[in-house]
């Protein structure tokens, strides 16, 4: 039987990313698809681990190829899922994550309806802020930028079937992990 498609969205800095390495440690047997985007690598981050970084034209080419499963500008950058990431591994019966923004969400809804969506939603709009100017990866400028998107990405959370509220950690690790498990 092929495997599952577990796409977790939500806004920029709510958790994702914290969230699904909790997960990844707790079920080992799900796998992340590594996302291609056309953004700078943040200092620590490599090629083909935690993005694949193209250049626009790259991006481009691989876009009209058909390479990719979705794709979406976001903050003035591209991200996109390749299809390489996921048609192996779930023929051959693994589960796979995508950690993929909004936009995105809504192309894999489209194409793979048997997909599970799931919105990570913050306590509050504030706490955006506060955990992004905590992680410390983002200038000022970017940040406004990355609430501004946060807006109309919250207001989409009733689109999806799954809402996992990450305000304590372990709360929404415990609810995130029980939603996979029940799904698989
Ligand atoms: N429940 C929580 N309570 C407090 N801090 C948290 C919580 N969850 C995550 N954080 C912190 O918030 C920051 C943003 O988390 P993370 O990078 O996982 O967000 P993200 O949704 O993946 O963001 P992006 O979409 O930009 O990649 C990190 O510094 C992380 O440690
Ligand atoms: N549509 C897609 N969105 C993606 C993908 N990979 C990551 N993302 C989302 O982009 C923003 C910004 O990410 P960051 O690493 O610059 O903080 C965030 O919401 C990610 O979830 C993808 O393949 N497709």
Request: a negative charge; glycine letters at 8%; charged letters at 30%.
């Amino acid at each position: 039987m092929p495997g599952k498609v577990f796409v977790i969205t939500g806004p920029s800095g709510v958790g994702k990313g914290t969230l699904i390495r909790t997960l990844l440690e707790r079920v080992p047997e799900l796998e992340l698809a590594v996302s291609a985007t056309t953004r700078a690598p943040r200092p620590g981050e490599e090629h083909g681990t935690h993005y694949h970084f193209l250049d626009d034209v790259e991006f481009d080419r691989r876009v009209i190829e058909g390479d990719f499963l979705e794709h979406a500008e976001y903050s003035g950058r591209r991200y996109g899922t390749l299809r390489s990431e996921l048609d192996k591994r779930t023929a051959e019966g693994a589960s796979v994550v995508l950690e993929i923004e909004v936009q995105g969400a809504r192309q894999v809804a489209d194409t793979m309806p048997d997909a599970i969506r799931i919105f990570i939603a913050p306590p509050s709009e504030e706490t955006l802020r506060t955990r992004l100017i905590g992680r410390g990866t983002d200038t000022p400028e970017q940040i406004e930028a990355r609430l501004q998107v946060a807006k109309a990405e919250l207001a989409a959370s009733d689109e999806f079937a799954h809402v996992v509220h990450n305000d304590r950690l372990d709360d929404a690790a415990d609810q995130l992990e029980q939603i996979v498990r029940a799904s698989a």
